[in-house]
Every structure is written in structure tokens, then in C-alpha cells.
């Protein structure tokens, strides 16, 4: 299997042919039980977004667990502010609950409601 500058090189040198054929020259190809051919597609698309320089990560964790949180957000072009579904999951939120909305000076607060903090 050809990686990094190799990789490239054969990309360019092949041009315009096929997606199989593209994976089969550049030696991304392993052979199943059967003795058919499986064409590695993921494996040959990750070595070339490599070459290019684009890092996944190593660590299984971070493949595991998607995109890592940013812990912001922004105003969106309707006015709404978008609190994602991972969010919501860390703070093992469900679908009714309910929160009062507190603003101060540029800040909101979300307090549950019947929380001790509510009466604030």
C-alpha cells in the first residue's frame, strides 16, 4: 500500500481512471476468505487525505467519540442560539425537560425548573 508521497505521486500519474482501478494500483486491495478480491476504500481515502496533510487523530477514543465539543456556540441567522444534542447528553437531559431563562449582563442562564437555584 503506497502512502504519503508515493501515494501522491501515483494519484497524479494515473489522472482520469477509475475509483477500483485508482485503489487496486495503489496496492489498497486485500483478499477475502473466498479468495475474491475486497477493494479498501476507507483505507486508501485516509492514506490520501494524509499525504495531503489532513490529521484524523490516533487515539481510538477520539474515533469513537466523533468531533471533539467546542463549548460555544453562536447566534444563528434566525436570532436562535443552538445548544446541541451532546450537550444535552452530558447533562443527562430528555426530551420535556424544562428550564427558566435567566438573563444577565451578556449571559443567559438555563436553570431547571424546581431546582433550588430557581428562586434566586
Known amino acids: 500500500m ?12 494515473l489522472g482520469d481512471v ?12 486485500s483478499t477475502k476468505k473466498d479468495g475474491s ?5 476507507t483505507a486508501f481515502y485516509e ?9 484524523f487523530g490516533s487515539s481510538p477514543a ?8 467546542s ?7 434566525n436570532g436562535n442560539l443552538m445548544v446541541g444534542r451532546a450537550y444535552t447528553a452530558q447533562l443527562g437531559l430528555e426530551p420535556g425537560d424544562e428550564f ?5 449582563r451578556k449571559q443567559i442562564r438555563l436553570v431547571p425548573l424546581g431546582s433550588e437555584d430557581e428562586e434566586d
Open 2 to 13: 503506497l502512502t504519503g508521497t508515493d501515494l501522491l505521486n501515483k494519484v497524479k500519474e
Open 18 to 29: 477509475g475509483k477500483s482501478d485508482l485503489v487496486r494500483a495503489c496496492g489498497y486491495v
Open 37 to 41: 478480491e475486497r477493494l479498501n476504500f
Open 47 to 55: 492514506a490520501l487525505l494524509s499525504a495531503k496533510g489532513v490529521d
Open 62 to 69: 477520539s474515533a469513537k467519540g466523533g468531533r471533539k465539543l
Open 71 to 77: 463549548y460555544s456556540t453562536k447566534v444563528q441567522f
Open 100 to 104: 427558566e431563562i435567566k438573563l444577565g
